[in-house]
Structures are given as C-alpha cells and as structure tokens.
C-alpha cells in the first residue's frame, strides 16, 4: 500500500503546474484525500483534501483560489496549482485517510494526525 506523488519540478513566479498522485495496493475510493507540504525549516502544513466523492475540498487560506484538488477514479489525485509564488515552495506530499466518514469536515480534513498512509513527496521550487 502506497502513494506515489510526482510532479514537482522547478518553475517561475505566476506559473502553473499539476501534481499528481498515484496510490496502489488497496483501492483508496473511500479515502479522504489530501496535500501537505513542508517548507525548509518549517513543520508540515495542510494544504487541500477532497472528500471520497469529490464534492467537498477544502484548502489552506494561503492557496485558496489558486489551488484546486481533484481526483479521478478510485486512485488518483491531483493538485493543480495556478499563479504560484515563492513561498509555495516546500516538499508535496499526497496523503490518505480510510476512516474519514463523509461528513467530516475542514477541520477534520487538516488534520495530519488524521491520516496514516503518505507519500515519499515531491519538491515544488518556485523561483521569483
């Protein structure tokens, strides 16, 4: 049981890009799913989790309206990332959550505690 985030790369101010990530060995279509990403020298943050059905995503304040989280299937998630900046980058990592019920809310969702599978992550440099 695995997740595999890739997608990461060095790009520019204003630029867009789209992480993907793959999970493998179980079917994750009732996983809540989610992003965090961890800064140099800082803690890992919650970025955006979508919920088993897609229809509720919630995201940081700091990338609502740029970022949008979707998934496809039972075993892919993505993160497009639009008009990025400087201090978006961090190391990505895809996360997930088999024993989120389907109201769980953004409070829930942001919680890394709350997760128990993860990715190795992927590294965003957004250069200004």
């Known amino acids: 049981v695995q997740l595999q985030a890739c997608g990461g790369g060095l790009v520019q101010a204003g630029d867009s890009l789209r992480l993907s990530c793959a999970a493998s060995?179980?079917?994750?279509?009732?996983?809540?799913m989610g992003w965090f990403r961890q800064a140099p020298g800082k803690e890992r943050e919650f970025v955006a989790a979508i919920s088993r059905t897609g229809r509720s995503a919630y995201y940081s304040d700091s990338v609502k309206g740029r970022f949008t989280i979707s998934r496809n299937g039972a075993n892919m998630v993505y993160l497009q990332m639009n008009s990025l900046k400087p201090e978006d980058t961090a190391v990505y990592y895809c996360a997930a959550d088999r024993n989120a019920i389907l109201t769980s809310g953004p409070d829930y969702a942001s919680n890394q505690e709350n997760y128990e599978t993860w990715g190795q992550g992927t590294q965003l440099t957004v250069s200004s």
């Open positions: 060995g179980r079917s994750f279509s009732r996983d809540l």
